[in-house]
């Protein structure tokens, strides 16, 4: 459903490695997408398949590749290419237990540091995260918008759960957002590749091989795209490429919110933990307990004002996600320095609806 | 009259060290595009990291990619690449690359000669690493003195050309930096159609010229020594190129069959809770597709299912399983828990669910519907063997055991099989309703 999501969303480029749990999104594309107008190839490893998504989104295609822990770690140094260089692209990472090779066919949701904090200097990259099949359609086609609406790379963090498991879609039910492209540059004289016309903005895009000259570096670079050192406008690109992404952070915040206005209690959760979380709320709630729940879809940038309405006269804050040390907890820490904050965490299989509601009642009683 | 200046600026003041290699390759490369004629708006210059990085700016008019250590080819690919399914088509990228920047990025290299992407490489290759200080490279000659080999290179040099002409690149050639054929054969190399790999042969005058005492004629004996002809185009071979092999595998592919549908039928499901099933036995014995067939027909009676599948990593050893929940209502967690339902066809399909806890998780009320030459008994649970690998053999058995179950336990109206097996395909059909039938006249024993 994923590679359906970005085929809806106008991809038009997938270059793939195979890795379990991410080659079904792979062979989908290899099958569907050149009867489609597209192009899906095979690339000899990780570090090619996102450098030729990067080359063919330069050229003006959407792309995709799709991995898993292992594959992203390789893919880490173009991402960091795609985001300074401003070329929209979106990467597919389906988690799988980790470190290293760790278990290929077992789910974790221990990639959301490594997936959000892979840049040096610490950019914000949009980080979407679906909990089953309809999301993962949905999520992908708004991956591909903000990717290119901010000219950046987005991730969407899927994971063996939600990517190997079958299940049925209403596909009836299946909402396709409007879609978004680049903003395109009109041929003109004075093109400047990384225009910082409005503080926030995001530069037009020109694609290699057309009629405007394309200036593209991964370099630290002015406006025109070229290397300078010591230069305050070098510096203002920098900013620029942060500020564009917070400037549309609200816009981009996503969850499936179920407040409850006199809850003491706030259970959060995303991807495949959430719909455990579902069902542990529908348990609590059976037995009198007022507990509100957010399920955040975007996770990064954080989507502050949906915490902020859903933590107003919370006390508890329990945070429930498949791995070790509460990766996500941690980056909402900031944000909820006024409650007290719990992890409910676990690795090697699924957290049980059972384990969230009684690791809730631990802590309520 | 001069003609106007479309690819290096004439005035262009060149950033490289005196008697660098690197300003010969520029001057070279712009009088080879010029003799071609190319458009410049059809060329993207894609630099690499190094010295050989700088020739960006010194072409105003080219489309210029600035990358990462090593992957300038792997980008000018994906440029490539993109270019062949759009129309009008027709981008030429020329990557410049260092020796240093050939190593690390060598797979690029491969795979883009594998695919011959209408792709120019330009290997600039002065044996060490220039702007990181003089550091030893994979094509480092022996007794090559560096800041790393101070005492010269022991490891024998890499022939790149040699091990590309293997990965089937159509164009190779060498030729020094200073030779006067050096724009021709640029030009060669550009026009021709596909991957092309000049490799230019230069010496790093603050470092590799100094520290060896090597001068243009020595030069010449160290690539001699070597065993490298340099002058010439060492291979030139037409073969399609990737847009005109894609566009004939595109016309030559096999139509696919369309993902077959599950008629809905009339006749509700009888089931008014969640249930949760396993159904295991061994690899190749189509556990995981009798799973799906009973998913399709749960689909047709409007029922919600998730279905999760397991196996060894070698996939067609060992055991094989399912884990099944239905529902009619859309199903949250998939998680197992304690399972109503356990089905196990063979002894493979036995160890594994004592080995992930599935047996130790069944309840009182658990039904186990196992095979009869399973003789293990579980700690709870009501046991139900029939013969099943006997009667419907193994890789009916899987199919057989679900539709007694449902025998007995009549979840899905009959017209939902019919359904399902609508959806399979044809030459599979009389297979899975034997597997059923086998299965139903079982439970009735």
Redesign the interface.
Known sequence: MLAEGALAAGC??F?GYPITPASEVYEVMM?EL??R???A?S???E??SL???????????KALTATSGPGWALMI??VQ?ALM?ETPVVVALVQRLGPSTGG??QGAQGDVWLAEFSTSGGYTLPVFSPSNAAECFELAVHAFNWSERLRTPVVVLSDK?VG?????VDDAALEVPALAHRKVATPHADYTPYALDEPDGVPAFAA????I???????AHDQRG??RKNSPEVIEVLLHLERKIAAQAEEMAMVRADLDPAARCLLISYG?TA??A??ALSKLRSEGSRVSFLQVQSLFPIPQRWLERATRGVEFVFVAEENLTGQYRAALAPFLSRQQVYGINKIG??I???EIAHAMQGVMA | MTAPALYLAPDATLPYCRGCGHALVVRQLSRALEHLGVPP??V?LTTDIGCVGLA??LF?????????HG?ST?????????????EPH??KPIVMIGDGGAMIGL??L??AAQLNVDVTVLLHNNFLFGMTGGQHSALSPLNWVTATTPDGNWTPPLDLVALLRTAHASFLARQFATSQELATTIARAIDFPGFSLLEIVELCPAYGARWNQASGAALEEIVERQGYTVGGVEAEMERPTFREL?HHE?KS?RP?APIAEVPPIHSPANLAGELRLVVAGTAGERVQSAA?AL?RAA?AAGV???????NP?TQGSGFSLSEISLSPR??????L?SPDVVIVVSADGWEELRANGTLAACGEKTLLLLDSQIDATPAAGRVVRLPLRREANPKRAALAAIAAWLEKDPLLPVEAWEAALAAEPPERRAESAAALNIGRRLACL
Not at chain 1, 51 to 61: D, E, K, N, Q
Not at chain 1, 213 to 219: D, N, Q
Not at chain 2, 304 to 310: A, G, L, W
């Open positions: 038009r480029f270059a099958r050149p009867a107008g597209g192009l190839l690339a000899p490893d570090i090619s450098c030729y998504c990067v080359g063919a989104s330069l050229r003006g295609l140094e173009t290419y260089t290929a066919t759960e190997m498991t079958s299940e049925v290699v091989g057309g009629e000259k394309v200036t593209a570096t991964g370099s070229h290397l495949v719909r455990a579902r069902q299989s699924l049980s609806p059972k | 708006r059809s993207v960006d700016s105003p008019y080219l489309h210029t990619v600035h990358t990462t992957r792997a980008f000018a690919t994906g440029m490539a690449l993109a270019d062949a399914i759009l027709g981008l797979l690029h491969v795979h894609y595109l592919r696919q799906s998913c689909l919600y299912s998730t279905q999760k599948n397991d990593v859309p199903i949250e967690y998939t998680g828990e």
